[in-house]
């Protein structure tokens, strides 16, 4: 199993940039497919960026693809998620999730998540 912890979010105008950190303990992300989630008020929880191993991804949402950017450092046993270009629309709680790699971004399974980290864009 893994602890998947979030941090790097905040508050940022409208076509600023951010970075989010998805650090694992416990165990290593590059033995799970991690997924990017978030959810806005009101709003269901949505996929943004999934990233496997080997051929599986990046895979992204066309909401944020050509702005976001999914990257993992093995040697940090760290999943990232560049953010740029930010919307006030990209405003939401972001969480990290891992899916068992032998199924990958594909899977519909979420089998550990993070906590969550908030991120508002301001207009």
């Known amino acids: 199993q893994v602890q998947l912890v979030e941090s790097g979010g905040g508050l940022v105008q409208s076509g600023g940039s951010l970075r989010l950190a998805c650090a694992g303990s416990?165990?290593?992300?590059?033995?799970?497919?991690i997924v990017w989630l978030r959810q806005a008020p009101g709003n269901k929880r949505e996929e943004v960026s999934c990233?496997?191993?080997?051929?599986?991804?990046?895979y992204y949402d066309p909401s944020v693809k050509g702005r976001f950017s999914i990257s993992r450092d093995n040697a940090e046993n760290t999943v990232y998620l560049q953010m740029n270009s930010l919307k006030p629309e990209d405003t939401a709680v972001y969480y990290c999730?891992?899916?068992?790699?032998?199924?990958?971004?594909?899977?519909?399974?979420?089998?550990?998540w993070g906590q969550g980290t908030q991120v508002t864009v301001s207009s």
């Open positions: 999730a891992a899916k068992a790699a032998q199924t990958g971004c594909i899977s519909i399974v979420y089998d550990y």
């Open positions: 416990g165990g290593h992300v590059d033995d799970y497919a």
């Open positions: 990233l496997g191993s080997g051929a599986d991804g990046p």
